[in-house]
């Protein structure tokens, strides 16, 4: 969904214009991909807005008509939806994964600008003293797994700090989010051992690696 997602947007900001065919289209894919993952609405709305911004004058409506419908409709599944069908929902740390990773590299990178007071608040959420230790620049999992399982009221204090320090050092959060989520920005070469390596002159020279499967790639290439 995601990639799916990531293509239509790409076509609609080259395009800088979109149909009501496609605005169609990317309400669905965004609004699936914003329930599939639990982090997925920090990645689709910022997008959304971000497309709002490059479209024609005539089509910048259709965006944010888009932008807006994708952010109502995830709401109230959310909060209604799921609510009133007594659902489960993720884990909140999981949804959380981008700003608990944003706190650890401003720790890593900035260490004597955190106020006894942040250390404390960030402390109550997350093990302050375990993040130097576990930060990794392309996972967020070492830091979610430290999560402390806070009241409501500690999470809202958390919420202030976080938004404190973007003002301060706003390129930390900005390298944190694209470190960890290079894999959706650009097809490049991925960590791990997960994906297969494309194999053909084409893709090594536009430094396309670790994306799919080989079966999905020889499929790719028969239809293509």
């Known amino acids: 969904m995601i990639t799916l997602f990531s293509l239509l947007i790409a076509k609609s900001m080259h395009d800088k214009k979109i149909s009501g065919k496609r605005a169609c289209l990317i309400f669905i894919v965004a609004v699936l991909c914003a329930l599939l993952r639990n982090n997925g609405i920090y990645v689709v709305l910022p997008t959304l807005v971000g497309c709002v911004v ?3 004058k005539s089509d910048k409506r259709k965006a944010l008509e888009v932008a807006v419908g994708v952010g109502a409709c995830f709401f109230l599944i ?3 939806a799921i609510s009133a069908g007594h659902l489960k ?3 909140k740390q999981e949804m959380l994964s981008i700003p608990f990773q944003q ?3 401003y720790v890593v990178a900035y260490p004597d600008d955190v106020t ?3 250390k404390r608040i960030i402390d109550s959420v997350i093990d302050y ?3 130097i230790a576990n930060y990794s620049p392309e996972t967020s999992d070492p830091i979610k797994n430290t999560y402390r399982w806070p009241k409501e009221k500690c999470l809202k204090e958390y919420y202030v700090v976080w938004a404190k320090m973007f003002f301060k050092h706003p390129g930390v959060y900005i390298s944190s989010f694209v470190n960890m989520n290079y894999g959706f920005l650009a097809p490049v070469e991925l960590n791990g051992e997960s994906s297969y390596t494309f194999k053909s002159e084409w ?3 536009h430094g396309i690696y670790k994306i799919f499967p080989e079966k999905i790639i020889t499929c790719w290439d028969k239809f293509i």
């Open 78 to 80: 959310q909060n209604i």
């Open 116 to 118: 006894n007071e942040e």
């Open 203 to 205: 893709e090594t020279s």
């Open 89 to 91: 929902t993720g884990y």
């Open 103 to 105: 706190t650890a590299r």
């Open 54 to 56: 490059c479209m024609h």
């Open 129 to 131: 003293d375990a993040i």
